[in-house]
């Protein structure tokens, strides 16, 4: 009996002392990261390019007020929100990415609910309800779904 007190009191001190030597080693971690003395970038984050919707476009539609609010709110959610959450996303081209193109490519009347759809697909359970016949990369088991899918004349 005095034997497994002994035990149960070197096991106890044992996980303290090994949680406590985890704790300092996060302590350091968290400074680190919070204080700049990591540079830490994401794969995610490096191998990504941001530019502004309306890049390269006339400068009546570059500079127009609305085109400026919406093409900015885009850019400042890639920027900053994106980095964070696009991982998660289910789809090859991710959503925001997916905006961007749709607009560029179809217009602003077509492209805004071409995003609302896709928003509404864009769940975690858009991979495990996958219908027979949806096209996915199954190295990374994401959905492949581009702009280009959406042609009302798409040749075969």
Known sequence: MQKLLILNKFLISFFFLTSLSQLKAQAKLDNDLLFGAVNYKSEYESKRKVTYLFEGKHAVVKYNPVSLFFGGLLFLYQKTISVQIGAAC???????????????????????????????????????????????????????????????????
């Not at 217009?107 to 609910?113: E, L, R, V």
């Not at 996958?130 to 959406?150: A, F, H, L, Q, W």
């Open 90 to 156: 289910p789809y090859e081209v991710n959503c925001s990415q997916f905006s961007k193109q749709c607009i560029q490519k179809y217009g602003i009347f077509k492209g805004i609910p071409l995003t609302a759809d896709r928003l509404t697909r864009c769940t975690k359970l858009a991979g495990i309800d996958m219908v027979e016949g949806v096209d996915y990369n199954s190295r990374t088991n994401k959905i492949y779904d581009k702009p280009s899918d959406y042609q009302k004349n798409k040749k075969p």
